[in-house]
């Protein structure tokens, strides 16, 4: 049996237990899922200052995951870690110090987009989002492909428990980027919105992506690769 370990870099546990839920749902019972959630931090990620924290808070967890037991004995590790957060928040530090695959939300959802069609958009919650997720673009080199970011705003809205009351203005939101854009990925992005994708109309001529989707495929997919992972940097220290 697989295992991945979710890691939530905020402290809202209801989103944790949301997304591990779905994880479990969608992998199936060949896929253990275990899900971790920061002790401390934002409750909710939408700024530089609350991302920085959140890589903090990320890597600490995966650390606390690799480490030896108390008695000395080696931990067993999952075959993946996804960190549950569109920003990314953490990632490369994450990577650094595990032996097995990183995948995250942002990243897994722009390279699916791109084997899915040329260009796409991209629907997220939180205003500072767009500018924010502009530097990852530029970073991957893939920013040509982007044709535009949207902000939806849910800072009225209890998530994940009222998560259903986003769907007429998130549908608002896809509807008009495809008919300014006219893209063949719209990117449904946000652990906020991780499960709707079955609760939004895909306007005609495009693709719906929801982020959370594209990372558990993605994951999905790496846990039945060949098992040669190198010894954990933090277990050898």
Request: glycine share 8%; hydrophobic share 50%; proline share 6%.
């Amino acid at each position: 049996m697989k295992h991945l370990t979710l890691v939530n870099a905020n402290t809202n546990a209801g989103m944790t237990d949301h997304m591990a839920r779905l994880a479990r749902a969608r992998l199936g019972d060949d896929t253990r899922v275990s899900a971790l959630t920061a002790a401390s931090g934002a409750a909710y990620i939408g700024s530089p200052r609350t991302c920085a924290t959140a890589a903090e808070a990320a890597a600490g967890l995966v650390e606390q995951c690799l480490a030896p037991q108390q008695d000395g004995a080696s931990r067993q590790l999952p075959d993946a870690f996804l960190l549950g957060c569109f920003g990314d928040p953490g990632l490369a530090a994450v990577r650094d110090i595990s032996p097995v695959p990183v995948v995250s939300m942002l990243e897994a959802a722009l390279l699916t987009a791109l084997q899915l069609g040329e260009r796409f958009a991209i629907v997220t919650p939180g205003q500072r989002w767009p500018r924010m997720i502009d530097d990852t673009l530029t970073q991957l080199g893939i920013a040509r492909h982007c044709l535009g970011i949207d902000a939806i705003v849910l800072d009225h809205l209890r998530l994940p428990e009222q998560q259903a009351l986003a769907v007429p203005e998130l549908q608002r939101l896809v509807d008009a980027q495809a008919a300014r854009y006219a893209p063949s990925v719209i990117i449904i992005g946000g652990a906020a919105l991780a499960g709707l994708h079955g609760a939004i109309v895909a306007p005609p001529g495009v693709r719906l992506l929801n982020a959370f989707d594209a990372a558990l495929g993605q994951v999905a997919g790496l846990m039945t690769l060949p098992d040669n992972r190198a010894e954990s940097t933090v277990a050898a220290k």
